[in-house]
């Protein structure tokens, strides 16, 4: 069975920085790529930002480039979302989601999600 366990949300005040971690089993994760997600209410889910195991490519949406890096430790089988100069915006719940079709996942609908983790910044 996939799991995925999202940890590390929580409150911070605008220009502070959080870091989200996302630890998979019940994969090969080398085989995989590994998305972050946000939703917050009332507004559409948006692709944050994506891994590929396979060859390290990385995706970030427009709206946190350069403040969000996504990193990942794989004999953890941990990916991490690092989020610096965080912005009232950016509070969301965040979600982890893996799927085999790499990087494209992130406009996608990926396999597999995890349970999300809140992120609130205040102003």
């Known amino acids: 069975e996939v799991q995925l366990v999202e940890s590390g949300g929580g409150l911070v005040q605008a220009g502070g920085s959080l870091r989200l971690s996302c630890v998979a089993s019940?994969?090969?994760?080398?085989?995989?790529?590994i998305a972050w997600f946000r939703q917050a209410p009332g507004k559409e889910r948006e692709g944050v930002s994506c891994i590929s195991m396979r060859d390290g490519s990385t995706y970030y949406a427009d709206s946190v480039k350069g403040r969000f890096t996504i990193s990942s430790d794989n004999a953890k089988n941990t990916v991490y979302l690092q989020m610096n100069n965080l912005k009232p915006e950016d509070t969301a719940v965040y979600y982890c989601?893996?799927?085999?079709?790499?990087?494209?996942?992130?406009?996608?609908?990926?396999?597999?999600w995890g349970q999300g983790t809140q992120v609130t910044v205040s102003s």
């Open positions: 019940g994969l090969t994760f080398d085989d995989y790529a």
């Open positions: 989601a893996a799927d085999v079709r790499g990087i494209v996942v992130v406009t996608t609908t990926p396999d597999y």
